[in-house]
């Protein structure tokens, strides 16, 4: 196979008949964070970012919200829109954007991460 460059974010085209290197072109390809300064809301809490099975909505957000405030920080990759849960969960939305950014405790064992789980299953 000819290499080739390729834009920022750009995926390689791959013959359909080469597994191989499309295995090893997808591992290979990295996205840039949509989520600009990451800052913890508390300190020692830890950052992960999921990708979605589709773009945030605000329909999503909503969703999320409950009886919870929603946060709004403005930034150059547009408003962030932060949702804290029950101070187990912090998540950071971007409309648009098929990642979220979630913040939990550490010490906080297995119960953040279910709780996660189900919330996202609601809607993705």
């Not at 995926?11 to 990295?30: E, F, G, M, S, Y």
């Not at 409950?66 to 101070?87: C, D, F, M, Q, S």
């Amino acid at each position: 196979m000819k290499c080739q460059r390729f834009r920022r974010g750009s995926h390689p085209v791959v013959p359909a008949d080469d597994h191989n290197n499309l295995k090893l072109a997808d591992r290979h390809t990295i996205m840039p964070s949509p989520f600009p300064n990451p800052v913890p809301p508390y300190p020692g809490w830890i950052r992960r970012e999921y990708r979605l099975s589709h773009p945030v909505t605000h329909d999503d957000i909503a969703a999320f919200l409950g009886n919870e405030e929603l946060y709004v920080r403005e930034t150059a990759a547009g408003p962030v829109n932060i949702i804290h849960k029950y101070g187990l969960i912090e998540l950071h939305c971007i409309v648009g954007e098929p990642k979220i950014e979630i913040w939990f405790a550490p010490d906080g064992g297995a119960y953040p991460s279910e709780y996660l789980d189900a919330l996202l299953a609601t809607r993705f």
